[in-house]
């Protein structure tokens, strides 16, 4: 090697030897020749103000409750039989949990993962059907040592207007069961057994879309396009979800008129993407 920072030739050559992609590496610097170095290749950087704080930086982002596990430009579904066993003791402790949420949640059958599979052209997401109680009260309560893992979908919807591209972020209600009063990207849902089903395959997109017109009154007709973009892991509440960029073709001002009070959201907020 030649030339010392700040110029990217150290960065250029370990992209070159390695043939990573940018997007997949994040640089740590501790200085700025070395932090525009980084910048300069094309790669985000983590910059820290003292070796010593790189322990505590790297603690930090292992505790982010929810990591993206999958990316794909192309992901199905597929049902699959439950066939994980329940004992009488199980069954007795949930419909004692049971009776205490029921009066604010009806028990639809939602998805439970089995398994995750990727190769070169697609993610396939093996899942079943089970009822919501058993997944509600099986997190709630630890001692019914029943694992189940939550399939929903979740949405990045993106709005451009004036030369600025803007995500729709909103505040969960007090009631939810999940995250009550947080803010969260626009829109998002279970996926239960009313969801479109083709062959054997959940129709997501589909059931993110009509979570879309439910949540903000914005129908099918505004969407321009929908498209997957990988699996996150929520790892407290043990729930994956599918998430899918939408963008619309109507103003902010539009979407302010539509939003509904319902019961998942309040106060619609866009935040441009770069923020």
Known sequence: MKKAK???????????????????ILAIEDSDNGYESANTAGLECLRLKKKSNILKEFLEIENIPCEIIKDSRKIIIEINPFNKKISSIQKKKMEVEWKKKKKNLENNKVLTLKSIHKNDKETLVKASFVDYKYMITARNNS??????????????????????????FATRSSSNTEYPNYSELVP????????????????????????????????????????????????????????????????????LKKFKKSKEYVNPKFVRIND
Do not use: H, M, W
């Open 143 to 168: 001692s019914i040592n029943l694992k189940l893992e939550q399939v929903g979908v979740s949405g990045l919807t993106l709005i451009d207007e004036g030369g600025v591209t803007y995500a729709l």
């Open 6 to 24: 700040p110029n990217p030739e150290s960065y250029n050559l370990f992209l070159k030897k390695t043939n990573v992609f940018r997007d997949k």
């Open 188 to 255: 998002s849902g279970n996926i239960d057994i009313f969801t479109k089903q083709n062959n054997g395959n959940v129709d997501f997109r589909a059931k993110l879309l009509d979570e879309l017109e439910e949540e903000t009154g914005i129908g099918k007709e505004y969407v321009k396009r929908i498209s997957e973009i990988c699996i996150t892991k929520d790892q407290e509440n043990l729930v994956y979800d599918i998430c899918c960029i939408i963008k619309l073709q109507i103003t902010r001002a539009e979407i």
